[in-house]
């Protein structure tokens, strides 16, 4: 019976199977599910209060919403800066190319105080828009703010290495089989950039989503107006109500996990497209 | 044969543990204080002293490790397991929810020591831009259109439930009744711009930001800006009247047990009451319960008109649940379209 088992290249594929479905479990499923098990503690009737009360319907709407508009910002402008970084060489560009990563080292409080002292109305950026009537800190703007500075790295770690890949070379020959730039860069860069493009954005929403100590410095937190859904989730467990705390957590969790999975099911129809 | 030598082996080990462990007990006791934002340096200067005190009476060294943090996540930690031998929280309501949420301690632990277990007080007082431009003298006025007041947000905020429950405590006094305070409240919160989540987080607002006419605070903070920023850049205004806020201290019976230390930690509470321990809570700005050590102090804290939690509001659970909690009168305040 051995004998027929087929080799494979790498060994260990049973010990590596079972390390990984293990591991995950420990780390992400087990977790989770106790998430679960806590938010169905309560009764039908009482999660659906809980996640439907209007103050929760207002603060999914700004967070998802918040959340939305900021990776959208960070797919446009994170293309840039990998582009950038990869095709032009300049001066200071390993320093650029450091600073990127800046967002996810900072503790997210300090990057939440540092942008509320910008932009607060007496702020160093927040005074030159005062004039204008444009007020950031303390409104929905500051949190769209807060939110696309966590996500930036996303974007362009995973769109850099794709961008690294492609050639110029392919550039340069649709451009001498008369592209002109525009027509080379949907349909030569883009198809191929889309996949990353694609998860570098899912994965900036999802981080924003869930993001608490950056916001709650610069948004101001008022109910219905500017109070994001994990700011409720702390209010809750402020009560000792855990099982309400779930219950929100449940519904970003879900609302997080439909998202990456029709971004997954467009990565998947776009990868067969492109094949066929 | 394996498996007796196992056992054995095992016994043997576990012997070695415990005497380690006893002889470790002997040679030095460690007691773990939790406790909130504001009372770091309270506690730094108070630990020291009571070793020293412990050193000399009992003949024994302890170490005491703090650990800060805003008063309901330091009371869930505790829930959740954190082994705090003792706890000294922002308010009574966070010290009841060790006894609903996991039984550490009995539920009348708030009359075991003197002067409902709250060996210091503070209070909420007005802090005001230097010269007080806007002229703030007592509550009515903050209602006043054009006044922000800054103050955090009670539903994350323990400090921010002892200024809401400030200024109903005045209006139902100066208007008569709960219906008018209410409207006196709403009023109040129309003018807050801002509501951080904790009590530091609107000291920046108001200090480094310079966002606000008036910030509400506990008065030990009041002091305390005035030394980080700078003397002459805030005036303290006291209110007419205003509540005693009383932050609550117990030991942690479940984790005493297990760690064999209730000797210490109640020793360790004890002497907050000491003439040691209120002098050292009257220099950290917190008002001391000791007549003798608080004359010693009338200058430093100003005379105002005192109101309870207890008379007032019937108690923090009654409180908790009528103003704060989900549904509360606070949520209703921010209902859209009030």
């Keep these: 019976m051995r004998s027929l088992k087929k080799p494979s290249v790498i060994p260990g594929f049973g010990l590596s199977l079972g390390f990984a479905a293990f591991y995950a479990s420990l780390i992400v499923f087990i ?23 209007p103050q929760a319907l207002a603060s999914y709407r700004l967070s998802l919403g918040a959340a939305f508009i900021g990776a959208c910002i960070n797919l446009v402008f994170g293309f840039i800066v990998a582009w950038v970084l990869v095709r032009y060489h300049f001066f200071g560009k390993k320093i650029v190319d450091a600073l990127v990563d800046l967002p996810f080292a900072l503790p997210t409080a300090v990057a939440g105080i540092a942008l509320t002292t910008l932009y607060a109305p007496q702020g160093w950026i927040g005074q030159w828009l005062t004039p204008f009537d444009i007020r950031v800190a303390y409104t929905p703007l500051g949190v769209i703010v807060a939110l696309t500075f966590i996500g930036l790295p996303f974007v362009v770690r995973t769109v ?43 994965l ?4 924003a989503v869930g993001e608490y100590g950056s916001v709650v410095f610069i948004s101001g937190n008022m109910p219905f107006k500017t109070e994001i859904t994990p700011l409720l989730i702390v209010t809750k467990l402020e009560q000792y109500n855990y099982a309400g705390a779930a219950a929100l957590a449940v519904v970003l969790l879900v609302f997080s996990f439909v998202l990456l999975l029709l971004i997954n099911m467009l990565q998947h129809w776009n990868s067969k497209r492109a094949g066929g | 044969m394996l498996i007796k030598n196992l056992k054995k082996s095992l016994l043997v080990l576990a012997l070695g543990v415990s005497a380690g462990a006893a002889t470790l007990a002997h040679a030095e006791v460690k007691l773990l204080n939790v406790s909130y934002d504001p009372t770091r340096e309270l506690y730094a200067e108070f630990n020291k002293a009571f070793s020293a ?38 308010l009574a309501y966070d010290i009841d929810a060790l006894h609903d949420e996991a039984k550490l301690i009995p539920e009348d632990w708030q009359s075991r020591l003197p002067n409902n277990s709250s060996p210091y007080t503070s209070t909420i007082v007005f802090v005001v831009r230097k010269g007080n431009p806007k002229n703030i003298k007592d509550w009515d006025d903050l209602v006043k259109p054009g006044i922000q007041v800054i103050t955090p947000n009670p539903k994350t905020s323990g400090g921010a439930r002892w200024n809401y429950l400030a200024a109903w405590a005045y209006a139902k006094k100066a208007y008569g009744s709960d219906d008018k305070a209410r409207e006196f409240v709403s009023q109040l919160y129309k003018n807050v711009p801002v509501l951080d989540s904790g009590a530091r987080g609107s000291t920046t607002t108001f200090a480094q930001r310079q966002l606000g006419d008036v910030f509400l605070s506990w008065e030990n903070e009041a002091f305390l800006i005035e030394k980080e920023f700078g003397a002459g850049k805030f005036e303290v205004i006291v209110p007419s009247l205003s509540i005693l806020a009383e932050p609550p201290v117990t030991v942690v019976d479940k984790n005493v047990e297990k760690n064999g230390t209730r000797k210490v930690a109640e020793a360790y509470l004890k002497f907050l009451y000491s003439k040691e ?4 809570a009257g220099k950290n700005f917190y008002r001391p319960r000791d007549p003798e050590v608080a004359a010693k102090f009338a200058k430093v804290f100003p005379e105002v008109k005192l109101v309870t939690i207890d008379e007032e509001f019937g108690g923090w659970r009654k409180a908790q649940t009528e103003h704060f909690s989900d549904g ?10 009030n």
């Design chain 1, 31 to 53: 977790p989770l599910a106790a998430l679960f098990a806590k938010a169905f503690t309560l009764t039908w009737s009482q999660f659906w209060d809980t996640v439907l009360h």
């Design chain 1, 160 to 202: 850099q290495p794709v961008l690294e890949e492609l050639e110029k070379e392919i550039e340069e020959a649709a451009a001498s089989l008369g592209a002109s730039r525009w027509h080379t860069f949907r349909r030569i860069l883009l198809p191929a950039l889309l996949p990353a493009l694609l998860t570098g954005f899912a």
């Design chain 1, 204 to 207: 900036s929403f999802a981080r």
């Design chain 2, 53 to 90: 005190h412990y050193q000399t009476t009992e003949k024994e060294k302890v170490t005491v490790s703090q650990s800060h943090g805003g008063s309901g996540k330091q009371a869930r930690s505790v829930i959740d397991g954190l082994a705090a031998d003792v706890v000294t929280l922002a």
């Design chain 2, 277 to 280: 321990g209120q002098e050292i």
């Design chain 2, 328 to 337: 509360g009168v606070f949520d209703q305040i921010y209902k859209p379209g």
